[in-house]
């Protein structure tokens, strides 16, 4: 199974999401990048493809926010 890692980071004062070295956004906020992310990284875990999200904070530290088939998160649509 292929697998995708969606990290939400603060870039020039914005908030993005990095995937596979391209970044996209920027998004209004953390919270707005974070709810995309898990939406796309959901959608690929429907179609065998293993998803993860995590979130840098300000000390670049990394933590794992969601992972696909391990965490419930009801997306507003």
Do not use: C
């Amino acid at each position: 199974m292929a697998h995708e890692k969606y990290l939400i980071l603060r870039h020039d004062d914005e908030w993005k999401i990095r995937l596979n070295g391209r970044l996209y956004g920027p998004y209004e906020g953390r919270d707005a990048a974070l709810e995309a992310a898990i939406e796309v990284a959901h959608a690929m875990g429907e179609i065998g493809i293993q998803a993860q999200v995590a979130v840098e904070d300000a000390g670049s530290n990394v933590m794992t926010a969601w992972t696909y088939d391990q965490d419930f998160t009801t997306l507003a649509r």
